[in-house]
């Protein structure tokens, strides 16, 4: 391997372009982000080509940041990006429409009809169909527009146009852009009835390889457009969940990361994939053959700025000092939870007459009683241990909140420096060009931030209080 070498991480996001430049040791050496204004348009359709003139633009800010020296060794680079979201191009690889966003609901039709066909076709592989996903929304074009049908060469997803862009590839995706566009990750193949039930041609369709698999070198003219090396090597992406999960360094059987941001999502690394007959879990497919379910619920960390948006800097130093509450609290703001449990008509609860340091707590533990549940039906459904935790989030900048779910899960949990698609864009980037596998580049890569181990005397009383909540979602038919 080379002394120095660098790698690239791209995230396209619904709102904008963020460039990593990472180096072999896992520093971020300089990063640079471009803001896309979001509308309502903007999100059932965008512009691909403005997606390229700033995914261009942040890359030249990002070199021209750093010295020649750095420049010359820049190895690879990759690209995150959200999945469901799909753009039809033509023979020049000239888009036909403009993407269709994961987040566009106008195939909600459709997407009742693909999982209703897929229910009948398949006996594994993804079924979860709705309108956030990708082959709902080729069926959509294709009733929409049939006059164009014609022009079309191939559909692509996001990550995979800015590949193209790059590479001049623009038929190639991977595992975890694939999946919700019908993809069988069992059998590696396009499942037979997306052509002969759906109608949507086998040509359309783009080969599919794990992530960080080498595509090509930049193209000529994506060097001159960005400032990147003739030599950097383009490697296929990744979706920006699966991004920040091995960001967190959850790559290995046995490790997961939680995420509290807005909402609850827990993605890991496991043996064989996770069969959920209710639907809360779905699996992914990891580049060396494992396999990486993940879930995402509703509850989350939203009830913080919504709630106590002047207060929880204070409260949450107050907090430290009443917990445990012993009171039951599960702060869901909105009706319905997917995720561990689907409960359409769930609502969150409190305690009446809890003073806001006892009601901030009780929300935080909250929150950490529904990841302890989560993490027990992995076990259970899996069959697998549960080896290591880590985390990211606004949430896992608490302490006090970190205190409070190593205890109440009894373990560890591992809060890692540099956690965003970027930067597992850039890991992907290097895990088959300066390493072997992505394992082996998450391990030198990925920078621990600090290390949570649970309380004993903690873990101890948060033990009845867990099996209380659990009692409470019984009583109210949360679960079964």
Request: glycine letters at 8%; proline letters at 5%; charged letters at 20%.
């Amino acid at each position: 391997m080379n002394d120095k070498a660098y790698f690239l991480g791209i995230d396209l996001g619904t709102q904008g372009v963020r460039v990593v430049l990472l180096d072999n040791a896992g520093n971020v050496i300089t990063a640079d982000e471009k803001v896309m204004p979001l509308t309502d348009s903007s999100r059932q359709q965008q512009d691909v080509e403005n997606w390229w003139l700033l995914s261009a633009q942040c890359i030249r800010s990002v070199l021209k940041k750093t010295e020649s020296s750095v420049r010359k060794n820049i190895i690879a680079v990759s690209v995150s990006s959200t999945s469901g979201t799909v753009i039809p191009l033509n023979k020049n690889d000239q888009p036909v429409h403009p993407a269709i966003m994961y987040s566009d609901k106008r195939s909600a039709d459709q997407s009742a009809r693909c999982a209703s066909i897929t229910a009948e076709n398949l006996t594994t592989g993804f079924t979860r169909f709705n309108s956030s996903c990708g082959l709902p929304k080729i069926l959509w074009f294709m009733e929409q527009f049939p006059h164009r049908v014609g022009d079309i060469k191939c559909w692509v997803h996001a990550a995979d146009y800015i590949t193209g862009k790059l590479s001049g590839v623009f038929n190639t995706t991977d595992y975890t852009n694939a999946l919700k566009t019908g993809y069988d990750l069992i059998h590696l193949c396009w499942p037979g009835y997306i052509t002969e039930v759906l109608g949507i041609k086998k040509e359309w369709l783009p080969q599919v390889v794990p992530s960080g698999t080498v595509i090509g070198k930049i193209s000529g003219a994506a060097a001159t457009e960005t400032g990147l090396p003739e030599h950097t090597v383009v490697t296929v992406g990744i979706t920006d969940g699966c991004a920040s999960q091995i960001a967190s360094g959850a790559t290995q059987p046995g490790q997961w990361n939680t995420t509290i941001g807005t909402t609850l999502v827990i993605k890991g690394v496991t043996q064989k994939p996770v069969t959920d007959r209710e639907g809360r879990l779905y699996n992914h497919r990891h580049p060396e053959g494992y396999w990486m379910p993940g879930g995402a619920g509703n509850i989350g960390a939203d009830w913080v700025t919504k709630e106590f948006p002047e207060q929880f800097i204070a409260l949450n130093e107050a907090a430290e000092h009443v917990i445990p509450t012993g009171a039951i609290a599960y702060p869901l703001l909105a009706e319905g939870e997917r995720f561990p449990f689907i409960a359409p008509r769930a609502r969150g609860f409190q305690p009446p007459a809890l003073s806001p340091e006892l009601s901030f707590a009780a929300k935080m533990e909250g929150v950490a009683y529904v990841e302890r549940y989560a993490y027990e039906l992995i076990r259970r459904l899996s069959g697998e241990e549960i080896s290591e935790v880590y985390t990211a989030g606004g949430a896992s900048c608490s302490d006090t909140w970190l205190k409070i779910r190593s205890a109440i899960l009894n373990k560890p949990i591992y809060k890692m420096k540099h956690v965003s698609g970027a930067v597992g864009a850039a890991i992907v980037a290097a895990s088959q060009t300066h390493f072997s596998t992505l394992s082996a580049a998450a391990k030198t890569l990925v920078q621990k931030d600090k290390l949570i181990t649970p309380q004993k005397y903690l873990s101890e009383q948060y033990e009845s209080f867990y099996h209380s909540f659990i009692a409470e979602l019984i009583a109210r038919n949360y679960i079964g």
